[in-house]
T-cell receptor
Framework: AQSVTQLGSHVSVSEGALVLLRCNYSSSVPPYLFWYVQYPNQGLQLLLKYTSAATLVKGINDFEAEFKKSETSFHLTKPSAHMSDAAEYFCAVRRTSGSARQLTFGSGTQLTVLP | DAGVIQSPRHEVTEMGQEVTLRCKPISGHDYLFWYRQTMMRGLELLIYFNNNVPIDDSGMPEDRFSAKMPNASFSTLKIQPSEPRDSAVYFC??????????????FGQGTRLTVV
């Protein structure tokens, strides 16, 4: 079974500081990985996705993530946090075994940006 | 395309009543997913369809929950009878396989269900 673990349910950073949100995956084969963001009272919006074409993936709003097979990680980073980045972030893995196509989500990380 | 459209956005109902949530996926998408989000359990996949056929309903909590997809542009999630513990935000999402597995799911705005 495919799964993802997000380390830290709450992360606080100061405005302008580096954002680092951690995600580790469990998979017997190379998975497909995604980061989604959820703003209050909104649905989930895709930030970026790992397509196996490049290990460093760039997404919207200057977010990026690096796929590291040796560490089974797909951490999300942003060089400089903005107040508008405050939201909940979800890492997700898409199953590749059999005919299953659903996304399995991590438990989420709530990002707070301090002025 | 207007994206995934869910209705209603908010629903308040009394325990024991039937609740029907509706979803219109993005045109051309062949996968449709129903998720439930709560503080305690996070995002849970309830059921998903491929080409209108239910593929995996192992996440449906009990027989009180049922989902249908009568055509490619419409799906419903029904709870009968509803209970207070069903209170949650229910999301519908759709995606297109396009021959690859790395296509993301597009989410609707969700339906916030409150059962009193």
């Amino acid at each position: 079974a495919q799964s993802v673990t997000q380390l830290g349910s709450h992360v606080s950073v100061s405005e302008g500081a580096l954002v680092l949100l951690r995600c580790n995956y469990s998979s017997s084969v190379p998975p497909y990985l995604f980061w989604y963001v959820q703003y209050p009272n909104q649905g989930l919006q895709l930030l970026l996705k790992y397509t196996s074409a490049a290990t460093l993936v760039k997404g919207i709003n200057d977010f990026e993530a690096e796929f590291k097979k040796s560490e089974t990680s797909f951490h999300l980073t942003k060089p400089s946090a903005h107040m508008s980045d405050a939201a909940e972030y979800f890492c997700a893995v898409r199953r590749t075994s059999g005919s299953a196509r659903q996304l399995t989500f991590g438990s989420g990380t709530q990002l707070t940006v301090l002025p | 395309d207007a994206g995934v459209i869910q209705s209603p956005r908010h629903e308040v109902t009394e325990m024991g009543q039937e609740v029907t949530l509706r979803c219109k996926p993005i045109s051309g998408h062949d996968y449709l997913f129903w998720y439930r989000q709560t503080m305690m359990r996070g995002l849970e996949l309830l059921i998903y369809f491929n080409n209108n056929v239910p593929i995996d309903d192992s996440g449906m909590p009990e027989d009180r929950f049922s989902a249908k997809m009568p055509n490619a542009s419409f799906s419903t999630l029904k709870i009968q009878p509803s209970e207070p513990r069903d209170s949650a935000v229910y999301f519908c999402a759709s995606s297109s396989d396009r021959g690859t597995l790395n296509t993301e799911a597009f989410f609707g705005q969700g339906t916030r269900l409150t059962v009193v």
